[in-house]
């Protein structure tokens, strides 16, 4: 055996023994999407869902027992386009925010990112619970990508431990928050000042917040 | 006749042991009545677990059993199940939206969709639960010991627990509170240690279900 191999063969024991030590637990967050009971905005909305938004995945490593690694991304689109598409009358997938140049056959465009992912165990906390939050940043362009708002929301879980295991604890407050901010998506679209200007200018809602039908 | 005693002595034994592993529970229950109440043949009732996202709130497992013992025994009352009535009426029953008072229902019933919704499942009745199973006090020691020649334990560990809920029943129909129930259950758990751990559980969460949904049935029928 040369130096070469004699290396290769180390190296691999070396991230072999690595990997054993650092175990990793993911988590690919999974649940039920309900269809929201909301009313429908009589508009074709745009939505992109970038590949950072697609892929996100939040790594977290404690200072002892094992790595979490959780994957929200499918289900966060899953919420997000069930409550899209009945809060808009036509919803269409975008792969980027338009430009002067580049102008989108739709009447506003809708840009969701996560911000932040976190979660708490009964370890960290001393209750009885898990929990997460998710903080996503909605962002509204027009057809031709000037910005018309720009806000966070904020989605909360809770599960108690009871139970369950860490790992489906941790999934379902996952998908509560996931949950939490697709209700508070749905609840406070038209309560953001700029939007709902926006809305009222397009003669789609009328000051009182009531659709104009059209 | 071999076999009848056999059955028999079981019998005996297994009496003894449920008694034996049964702590003390008491229970104390309120009723405070607002509104006269009836059901009729086709109407639901929810019940739904009141979450704050603090800590204390009422498991999962407590208005799981509510629901079990609706719908079971004389009179039996007809249920939506509390997740999917908390989907069809998504967003508006989630932790941060739900209504806090009836007067919070009563706007949330103007909203296009919800009354009908509402209508679609019957819901005359939604009992909201909350409250909690905690450990207020505990105490002594138990030590278990094992070796070549035997083992055992020896000692004597106790522990309290209370479970404090409360159903306060809206009535969807006339948009009132109908009333509320509220129940108190404490109870001394042991474990003594006599070679072999010998525990005797209070299930206090279990008897504050029992004697709720005996009271609330009897509530919701106006008996």
């Known amino acids: 055996m040369n130096v070469k191999q004699a290396s290769t063969y180390l190296s691999i024991m070396f991230f072999t023994l690595l990997g054993a030590c650092s175990k990793s637990v993911p988590i690919s967050v999974s649940g039920t999407t309900p269809e929201p009971l909301i009313n429908t905005i009589p508009i074709t909305m745009g939505v992109i869902y970038d590949d950072e938004f697609k892929s996100y995945v939040f790594k977290q490593t404690p200072e002892e027992g094992s790595k979490w690694r959780i994957e929200p991304a499918d289900l966060n689109i899953e919420f997000l386009d069930r409550v899209f598409n009945t809060m808009f009358r036509h919803v269409s997938t975008l792969d980027e925010v338009p430009t002067k140049t580049n102008r989108a056959n739709v009447q506003a465009v809708l840009h969701p990112s996560i911000e932040e992912f976190g979660f708490l165990t009964p370890k960290d906390t001393g209750l009885n619970s898990y929990s997460a939050s998710i903080k996503y940043r909605i962002d509204m362009f027009t057809p031709t990508g000037e910005l018309i708002a720009s806000w966070p929301i904020i989605g909360y879980g809770k599960s108690i431990k009871k139970g369950l295991s860490a790992k489906k604890a941790l999934n379902e407050a996952s998908r509560l928050a996931i949950r939490d901010g697709a209700a508070t998506i749905a609840i406070d679209f038209q309560k953001q000042t700029l939007i709902r200007n926006w809305l009222i200018d397009g003669g789609f809602i009328n000051t009182r917040n009531e659709l104009v039908s059209q | ?223």
């Not at chain 2, 939206?97 to 007067?103: E, G, I, M, Q």
């Not at chain 2, 919070?104 to 969709?113: D, F, R, V």
């Open chain 2, 1 to 223: 006749m071999r076999t009848s005693y056999f059955y028999c002595y079981r019998l005996i034994l297994l009496s003894l042991a449920t008694a034996l592993l049964t702590g003390c529970v008491s229970t104390n229950i309120e009723q405070a009545r607002q509104t006269s109440t009836q059901i009729g043949e086709h109407d639901t009732i929810v019940i739904l677990g009141r979450t704050d996202h603090t800590d204390k709130e009422a498991e999962k497992s407590f208005t799981r059993c509510i629901e079990r013992s609706l719908v079971g025994g004389q009179h039996p009352l007809q249920l939506v199940p509390a997740d999917q009535f908390i989907d069809e009426m998504f967003p508006w029953f989630e932790p941060r939206l739900a209504p806090t008072s009836t007067v919070s229902l009563s706007k949330l019933l103007a909203k296009p969709g919800v009354s009908e919704q509402i209508a679609k499942n019957n819901v005359h009745y939604i009992v909201w639960i909350d409250g909690n199973t905690e450990t207020t006090d505990q105490g002594g020691g138990l030590s278990c010991a094992i070796g070549p020649g035997g083992g055992g334990c020896l000692g004597l560990t106790w522990w309290e627990r209370e479970s404090s809920y409360e159903a306060s029943i809206w009535d969807v129909e006339n948009v009132n509170v109908a009333g509320s129930i509220s129940t108190d259950t404490t109870g001394k758990s042991y474990i003594a240690g006599v070679i072999l751990p010998i525990p005797l559980i209070a299930r206090t969460s279990a008897a504050a279900c029992r004697s709720l949904a005996q009271q609330l049935k009897s509530f919701i029928i106006d008996e």
